[in-house]
T-cell receptor, first 116, second 111 residues
């Protein structure tokens, strides 16, 4: 199956700093990538959808100026959490679409962000 | 709005079949039923999908009722490694809309 990687797998940062999370599709080109956030004991919440070469589409309630998404190539999308606060601590999961069928949306292993 | 309803948690003895139910009474004719699972602190993993016929693969079987308003995911011989949160999702087969996750069922396989 298609492989999606994320880096780093975990990160600790101080409040007020920014942190960047990378998402890569390793063996396929992904025209569309998605970013999800998951708080402890909760389900995945879709944050945004990004298409290569265009601006991301954010879900209602997600601050686009705080969560910067860049999808500059068909294999790489980045999520930058700017001016992080402790409430941004969460598990961030990216997903990449390998084709048009729904089951062809593959997920990365996730990045755990802790803001102190 | 939740399109599926699942029990919050279930237990299953190791080696026995795990039957996870899902209600999707408002499913549309062009929507499929998808099952994913998420093992603790990992990304979701695709299991199986179907439209109206029963489906089986190396991981599980999917039984969809004739009226398509509910389905059951069956893990025939559950192991401890099957302990995870299982998500039932309805979605059209193709297109660019993302997968939207509900609350899922937390399955605990007990030795």
């Amino acid at each position: 199956g298609a492989v999606v990687s994320q880096h780093p797998s975990w990160v600790i940062c101080k409040s007020g700093t920014s942190v960047k999370i990378e998402c890569r599709s390793l063996d396929f080109q992904a025209t569309t990538m998605f970013w999800y956030r998951q708080f402890p004991k909760q389900s995945l919440m879709l944050m945004a959808t990004s298409n290569e070469g265009s601006k991301a589409t954010y879900e209602q309630g997600v601050e686009k100026d705080k969560f910067l998404i860049n999808h500059a190539s068909l294999t790489l999308s980045t999520l930058t959490v700017t001016s992080a606060h402790p409430e941004d601590s969460s598990f961030y999961i990216c997903s990449a679409r390998a084709g048009t069928e729904a089951y062809e949306q593959y997920f990365g292993p996730g990045t755990r962000l802790t803001v102190t | 709005d939740a399109k599926t309803t699942q029990p919050p948690s279930m237990d299953c003895a190791e080696g026995r079949a795990a039957n996870l139910p899902c209600n999707h009474s408002t499913i549309s004719g062009n929507e499929y039923v998808y099952w994913y699972r998420q093992i603790h602190s990992q990304g979701p993993q695709y299991i199986i999908h179907g439209l109206k016929n029963n489906e089986t693969n190396e991981m599980a079987s999917l039984i969809i009722t004739e009226d398509r308003k509910s389905s059951t995911l069956i893990l025939p011989h559950a192991t401890l490694r099957d302990t995870a949160v299982y998500y039932c999702i309805v979605r059209v087969y193709s297109g660019n809309t993302p997968l939207v996750f509900g609350k899922g069922t937390r399955l605990s396989v007990i030795a």
